[in-house]
């Protein structure tokens, strides 16, 4: 009874040691990290896209024998999770990705809505997670291991209120918005104090919400169309626009329309066609122009993935390679997981200069990069 009570003990001892160790095991002289993405459902165009740019990144790291950290060289794997962009399955996957994948670091999610809750996990699991596209402030708050590798929408909603007045002399302007969602809700206030603050109290005649279970927008367009407002703010994800668009000009609505980063989508114009065409949005990235390091990266995905990237492919890769970039910089990988969690966070936020694709930025301890050199293009 004695001898099985010991190999219980140890038995218990060896899974721990395990459950610690990063990645597949140091012996395999690989490393793991997760990216929790919207892999289906609506928004499953922009998860592509950012997978699509994270595995341009791997394949290139892992072509040239695989990421440095100190004197070894260790293969890059990722384990994918897909949040469907539904929140309780973002947090889902997450807790997957941290308790049984025991990934070093996890890159997504995209959106704000699943990236508030995920990010809400990581900080309680002590595991760095840094998202390509996420934009409302709450989700890196008090959170020390939450980091995104994008601007965020104050900075957003003050340039799409800017551009309103400069472009269409914009006096006057109407927002619509889904309230039960934190990444339409969070930019249409920004936008909105924005443009108040250039236009004077008031200036926003209708600033209209509606909840995500509503598909008849009728009642709200109609105020905003007898508003008399110069422009109208749409701060919705790309699924949403067609729908949006083609019910706003059923109703009288002939001026001009403008929309945040999460307009941005592959598919956008084949299932908006010809009504979408000459509205405006904000973008992290634009690939027609680039130079430098940016028309290398815009090159490469072309011949890889036979057509341009768009912004959630470029910042797919460059928050995976800040992530890996804070992994080389740790010096040594442990066998303790949980040490090398607190050092990946720590050397993510000491990045400083990092040249990524979508521009040139410093990363630092609250999470939000501090922009050095980014064009935006609206």
Partial sequence: ??????????????????????????????????LNLPLSGDRQATGISSKEGAELLRDQINGAGGLKVGDNRYEVEYVYADNESNPQKAVAATLELITRHNVLGVVGPNASSNAIPAGNICESFKTPMISPTSTNPRTTENRPFVFRACFLDPFQGEVMAKFAIKEFK????????????AYPKGLAEFFKMAFEAKQGPNSVV??????????DLTLYLDRIVASDADVLFLPQYAHE??????????????????????????DLMEKCGDKCKGLFFSSHFGAVGAKGKTQTFVEQYQAKYNQLPIGYAALGYDATNLLLTAISNIGTLRPNLLENRAAIKDQLAAIKGFEGVSGVLDMNASGDPSIARRSYRS
């Fill in 1 to 34: 009874m004695k001898n099985r009570h010991q190999l219980h003990i140890a038995l218990i001892l060896l899974l721990l040691f395990c459950s610690l160790i990063p990645g597949n095991g140091q012996a395999g002289q690989k490393l793991t990290i997760g």
């Fill in 170 to 181: 914009a006096t006057k302007a109407a927002v619509l918005y889904d309230i039960s969602s």
């Fill in 206 to 215: 209708a600033f209209e919400n509606f909840l995500s279970s509503e598909k």
């Fill in 241 to 266: 626009i067609p729908s949006i668009i083609g019910q706003a000009r059923a109703r009288g609505w002939k001026k001009a329309i403008l929309g945040g980063d999460a307009w941005e989508s592959s």
